[in-house]
């Protein structure tokens, strides 16, 4: 614990925040919010002078205002090693299509870092750009013979489409594996992209405040391995939850460029017992359930998007998009495929399986969520949402 003090307080935040604070005494050192990190100085959050710093990053500012974030050139050099030394095992004669967006997140630049340090080829083919829309990625797959595909596992699977489109089969040549980060993988999930591309796919956990953390082990984990990283899985009141039990994700990185003490992201997590993986390692593993606001209160059951990916991805047939909406006495499950089925008959299916599933009334309806053509002509710029809620406001007596 005294490393992760000792970084944080060289920052002119922390020294302000932990003023009267005691930090003999861990569990009353208060968290950190993204709503502190979002109004403070960005400069303030600098743990180092700042001739060390090598970038600057934000989030992408969906839910308000974006957290900025800092990388000294040691913490580059960091970020890239989480890659180097995972079971990706990147090679000098890999060539990795990086398909995250090189605007301003962490990810895309922590992929270049690591083909920097082991000779790797590196390809930019940013989502979030008109040069590189989803068609050019699939020719660029089966130009260059790229070995990784990294991705948004919600880019795969409409790559996927484009590819399935154009009568191209996957996986492509010399394709040995898919890196997806930035969305929750729940365990069907990642079976479904493996079906869908042939190669196995590895996730990555971590945020552009933290940096890139873990990295799947061949069994699916998160190994708590990262030296330099505190996770904590806490109740609403502060307390550990036991082993396997959900509760509030709360990190602590002794980041150089960007210390975090105790900083609740907001997301809900369990953490299991390292013994229960057959990968051989023995640190506790970590499973990421989302958002704490995407969590979905209905009829006395809460669903996490972990719950919801697992329901939907155990269909017989995935559709290639969909969204949940969230109404005070069902779910809506809207979807499109585009192939040829009976829209009746897959609405009927839908909704038999997906209530026997979740335990309360689903309803389906076949809608075009995203125009076919826009698929090979130009990108999408943000990720898909999942989850659409249509609850009524409280109304307060």
């Keep these: 614990m005294d490393e992760f003090v000792k970084t944080a307080l060289q920052s002119n935040f922390y020294i302000e925040k932990l003023r009267t604070i005691d930090l003999e005494d861990w569990k009353h050192i208060p968290y950190t ?57 990147l090679q000098p004669n890999d ?31 940013s989502k979030a750009t008109m040069v590189t829309p989803h068609l050019r990625v699939i020719e660029l797959l089966l130009r260059t013979n790229a070995t990784i595909l990294a991705v948004l596992p919600s880019e795969a699977e409409i790559l996927a489409e484009v590819a399935k489109q154009n009568g191209i089969s ?15 993988l729940s365990p069907n999930r990642k079976k479904y992209l493996e079906r869908l591309w042939g190669v196995p796919v590895i996730g990555f956990f971590g945020s552009t405040e933290t940096g890139g953390l873990f ?48 900083y609740a992201n907001e997301d809900l997590i369990q953490i299991e017992d390292g013994a229960a993986c057959l990968c051989g390692k023995t640190e506790s593993f ?42 005070d006495d069902h779910l809506l499950f809207e979807y499109q495929i585009n192939d040829t089925f009976v829209e009746e008959y897959m609405n009927s299916t839908f909704e038999k399986f997906l209530s026997s599933k979740l335990g309360v009334p689903v309803k389906a309806a076949c809608n075009e969520l995203m125009d076919k053509q826009s698929l090979t002509t130009k990108p999408a710029y943000a990720k898909y949402q999942y989850l659409e809620k249509h609850l009524k406001e409280a109304i307060l007596v």
């Design 286 to 327: 970590l499973t990421h359930l989302g958002r704490k606001d995407d969590q979905v209160s209905i009829q006395g059951k809460n669903f996490t998007m972990y719950d919801l990916q697992e329901a939907v991805y155990s269909l017989l047939v995935v559709p290639f998009l969909w969204k949940m909406h969230v109404y």
């Design 215 to 262: 990295v799947h082990c061949p069994e699916g984990h998160y190994h708590l391995e990262h030296p330099k990283a505190l996770v904590e899985c806490l109740d609403d009141n502060g307390d550990p939850q036991n082993t396997g039990q959900t509760g509030n994700c709360v990190i602590s990185t002794a980041r150089e460029g960007m210390p975090l003490l105790r």
């Design 170 to 184: 996957l996986p492509t040549t010399g394709l040995r594996a898919l890196f997806v980060a930035g969305e929750v």
């Design 95 to 125: 060539i990795l299509l990086n398909r995250f967006p090189f605007a301003l997140a962490i990810p895309s630049f922590i992929l270049y870092w690591a083909c920097q340090k082991t000779k790797a080829t590196h390809i930019a083919a």
């Design 33 to 89: 919010t993204k709503k502190e990190l979002r109004e403070t100085e960005p400069y303030s959050l600098i743990g180092v002078p700042f001739k060390k710093i090598a970038t600057y990053h934000e989030t992408s500012g969906t839910s308000g205002k974006p957290t900025p974030s800092w990388y000294s050139h040691k913490d580059t050099e960091m970020e890239a090693s989480v890659i180097t030394k995972s079971r990706l095992k």
